[in-house]
């Protein structure tokens, strides 16, 4: 216990003695101190500087507290009975009242627990205790976080990649990507680190993230699903606004200015949606709130946008619109630019507004009005009809009539009125209201010789027509005190003894003014004589009792393998001090030859030595001498051997296949090789079974191509008995020879009489079929096609010659060209399978030749510079191309 607790308690009683009735006098002359909660504390430099500002705001809104001596204890470990009752209080959950025998029984926190298990917030382990002393660790804040926020489940948001990710238990993973999705709680470069407990000062800037109240308006930056980003910060869509909030409204929303209601960081309610982005004549935005509760206000400051609902409460339409589609009833319509308006669409408009005599808007037929109400000055004709139905209204109803037919601005054809044309309304000139007095100057009391005195004079006046006011002094003798005024701060200051009553005047400029008057009093400067204190007997206090130490958490049986290490436990977790008294603690061993433990302040280590069990007893001691004791077992069991996975001994070496081979093996013998001596089992896996599958026998990889071009990559695993593997991967790509090849015209003779041939050529791995050949001449809409079981053979001729010809080779494709009585170059274009494959010209008494080195032929145009003119009547080359290039 605290050994100063008698100076303690003698000052605090002299002290009280001494001032208290000063104390009590002084807040009677000052009409009372306010409470206010400080954010200043006496280990304030203990706080983070990350953490100060947060901890302060937290203070400031009453989430979080500090202790009654001043402290803060801001590396405080947080346990689940302050988290539920910090819960509880910012979400101002009802409490239960207790009954008296469970109040003197239970814990203090215990209405703020049930409070919070019912929400399900926090529940328990699975025996149903809810371990209120246990300390809060970040994986299961994000749970806690998670269930708050209402964000079990969500599908949107920026999932972030964890380097610690295993050390996360199974049932908090979820949770924890989902918090740190929607900024809940961070990560330190990359690392989430689970198991760490919460400090106080941590959750104090979590508590006034999560826990703002009122309406704010920001812009909606993006919208990922179900979580919108509002400048920028993820907040979860309830199901009410996913009918708003989503992929079909995103062009329309991009960057809108809402005012939203996101309490616990679940976008909840709306009361304004204001339209910023634009579209285009061919594509507008559009909002479509059909089927949606929505009763907020939509505002639009954008070109083409189209608005789509059942019905609008209130549409405004403000600078930077000139073109908008709306297409549902309107309650009321505010026109709020001096830019003409275009309105497309359909519905019906209970109240339409002009803000301004400027303001025009146009509408069609198929929108009705019900009424118009104009600004000062507003005319009838500011509404436009498409095919005009607003008449001007007569005077006789009490509208304007400023458009007679003696002048006025040029306006739109004669209109044809309406069945039931709106009612127009023109507000009167507004009437000048005089300022009023709102709080009056209290008299002043003051002694010769103090400074000047400030009166804030826009706390006593105001003005209903927010007219600025003037002020001025009409009343006051400058014999006992001078006065300035400077804007709405006036300054009195006293010269003299006496009083003097000052009369402030507030006028606003249009004839209307108000006085108020205050009395002034100087007092001479008069010095009182202290009183002597009254010094009170001496009274010494009982000393309060000491209580012992308390075990507040039982010691678990400690199960481990010899050869490893345990985590130190923290043994303030284990016992507690109902007087706050710091404890010491002793630890000691039944059997010392199986394991013994060391104590360092408060954190106990185990140590192991051999197979075995031992009792060990840990003493916790106050410093009157005042003990408890808790005992747990150790039971340490012999090593597990230690198996070690396989390893990749050497690569498999890229695999090229060429187009058209079914199938290929590789030898996985030497591939892997285990340290332990397992055997080992293979599979494999391709990242494109299109491409090549694969199946293993034993340590044969056998892979099946699948006769398509392209690559993929196979991922070879091996796998002990233990289930521990390694892998390795190689590449097989399937390519094709004849790319880039093509059949082309290799040869065109015209020679004399019927001397006349062309010589096509096959440069591919593959033999063509004359039937899917076709040649389209220049001279002719007959083309030349060839029988269906004509082959031309791979890296081949084919000689098309003229049947009337001198040509006697039988390997010759025999037909008639009827080239002879032609004088003038013809043009042939050679198409396979209906696509254009080559363009050649066959010119008269010439003999021309493809150049060697020509793969392909020339599809868009004819290439003379392609072609070697061997001279006339020359035939020696036909069927004989000699290619360059190989298949």
């Not at 070109?303 to 339409?317: K, M, N």
């Not at 009321?332 to 808007?361: C, F, L, P």
């Not at 003493?619 to 808790?630: F, H, M, P, Y």
Request: glycine share 8%; charged share 20%; aromatic share 6%.
């Amino acid at each position: 216990m605290n050994q100063d607790w008698k100076k303690l308690l003698l000052t605090s009683i002299v002290v009280g003695m001494l001032w208290g009735n000063q104390i009590v006098n002084a807040a009677d002359q000052t009409g009372g101190v306010a409470n206010h909660i400080s954010s200043v504390f006496t280990d304030q430099t203990d706080i983070r500087s990350t953490s100060l500002q947060a901890v302060q705001e937290a203070v400031k809104q009453g989430l979080i507290a500090g202790y009654p001596d001043g402290s803060f204890h801001p590396r405080q470990h947080l346990t689940r009975r302050e988290m539920a009752v910090l819960l509880a209080k910012a979400a101002h959950l009802t409490l239960e009242e207790p009954s008296q025998l469970v109040r003197n029984n239970s814990d203090w926190a215990t209405p703020y627990i049930d409070a919070i298990r019912k929400v399900g917030w926090m529940t328990g382990d699975a025996s149903g205790n809810f371990r209120a002393n246990d300390p809060i660790r970040r994986e299961e804040l994000a749970s806690i976080l998670v269930r708050v926020t209402g964000a079990q489940g969500i599908k949107g948001g920026q999932q972030q990649t964890l380097s610690d990710e295993s050390m996360v238990s199974s049932w908090a993973k979820e949770q924890v990507h989902t918090a740190l999705k929607l900024g809940l709680l961070e990560s330190s470069e990359g690392s989430f680190n689970s198991k760490a407990l919460v400090e106080r000062q941590d959750i104090a800037g979590i508590l006034v993230d999560v826990f703002q109240t009122g309406e704010r308006t920001a812009s909606l930056t993006k919208l990922d699903g179900d979580v919108a980003y509002i400048d920028g910060r993820p907040f979860v869509i309830s199901k009410e606004l996913q009918s708003i909030l989503n992929d079909g409204n995103k062009d329309a929303l991009q960057n809108a200015v809402i005012t939203y209601d996101a309490r616990t960081r679940n976008l909840s309610s709306l009361s304004e949606i204001q339209i910023v982005q634009a579209g285009t004549v061919k594509d507008p935005v559009t909002l479509d709130l059909k089927g949606s509760s929505y009763k907020g206000v939509i505002s639009v400051s954008a070109d083409h946008v189209i608005l789509r609902a059942d019905t609008l409460s209130q549409v405004f339409l403000k600078s930077g619109v000139s073109v908008v589609s709306i297409e549902g009833d309107i309650e009321a319509v505010t026109v709020d630019t001096t830019d003409k308006v275009t309105v497309q669409g359909s519905g019906t408009w209970k109240q339409i507004q002009m803000k301004d005599a400027k303001s025009v808007i146009q509408l069609p037929e198929t929108v009705k009005t019900d009424k118009v109400i104009l600004p000062k000055g507003g005319v009838s004709t500011q509404i436009i009809r498409s095919t005009p139905t607003v008449t001007r209204p007569s005077s006789n109803t009490g509208t304007s009539n400023s458009n007679s037919d003696s002048g006025g601005s040029s306006g739109p054809s004669t209109p044809t009125p309406e069945t039931n044309p709106p009612v127009v309304i023109v507000p009167p000139s507004p009437v000048n209201q005089p300022p009023v007095i709102q709080s009056t100057i209290p008299d002043k009391s003051v002694f010769w010789g103090e400074g000047a005195q400030e009166i804030d004079l826009s706390t006593v006046f105001t003005d209903a027509d927010e007219d600025e006011l003037s002020y001025e002094i009409s009343e006051i003798n400058h014999n006992i005190a001078t006065v300035d005024i400077q804007g709405s701060t006036l300054r009195i200051q006293p010269v003299a003894l006496g009083n003097t009553t000052v009369t402030v005047k507030a006028t606003d400029g249009k004839g209307g003014s108000i006085t108020t008057s205050f009395s002034y009093l100087v007092n001479p400067f008069v010095i009182t004589p202290p009183i002597p204190p009254v010094i009170p007997p001496i009274v010494t206090p009982l000393p309060p009792i000491n209580h012992a130490p308390e075990v507040v958490k039982t010691l678990q049986t400690v199960e481990i393998q010899l050869g490893t290490t345990s985590d130190p436990i923290d043994l303030k977790t284990i016992f507690s001090d109902p007087d706050g008294d710091e404890l010491t603690f002793v630890v000691t061993s039944s059997d010392n030859q199986v394991a013994s433990a060391d104590i360092t302040d408060n954190m106990m280590l185990l140590n192991f030595y051999s197979v075995g069990s031992a009792t060990m007893t840990v003493t916790a001691k106050d410093n009157i001498g005042a003990e408890v004791k808790s005992e747990f077992t150790v039971e340490v069991k012999a090593p597990v051997a230690i198996n070690h996975k396989p390893t990749v001994a050497g690569q498999i070496s890229k695999l090229n296949v060429t187009l058209g081979k079914v199938s290929d093996t590789v030898s996985l013998d030497g591939v892997f090789e285990d340290s332990d001596g397992d055997i080992l089992t293979y599979t494999a896996e391709s990242s494109d079974s299109n491409v090549v599958d694969t199946s293993v026998q034993g340590e044969t990889l056998t892979l099946g191509f699948k006769n398509v071009i392209g690559s993929a990559t196979v991922t070879v695993k091996a796998t002990d008995p233990d289930g521990e593997e390694a892998e390795t991967t190689f590449t097989v790509k399937v390519e094709d020879p004849d790319a880039g090849k093509g059949l082309f015209i290799s040869e065109v003779v015209w020679g004399e009489e019927f001397n006349q041939a062309i010589e096509l050529y096959n440069p591919t791995s593959k033999p063509l079929n004359g039937g899917d050949i076709t040649i389209v001449r220049s001279d002719t809409d007959t083309p030349i096609t060839l029988d269906p079981d004509t082959i031309i053979p791979t890296t081949g001729t084919l000689v098309l010659a003229e049947e009337l010809s001198n040509f006697i080779e039988e390997e010759y494709y025999y037909l008639i060209l009827g080239l002879a009585e032609n004088t003038e170059p013809v043009t042939l274009t050679l198409y396979y399978k209906g696509e254009i494959m080559d363009t050649a010209v066959i010119v008269p008494a010439q003999s021309l030749t493809r150049k060697r080195d020509t793969v392909q032929g020339d599809k868009l145009s004819y290439e003379p510079s392609e072609w070697s003119n061997i001279g006339e009547n020359n035939y020696d080359n036909l069927g004989k191309f000699d290619s360059l290039i190989t298949p």
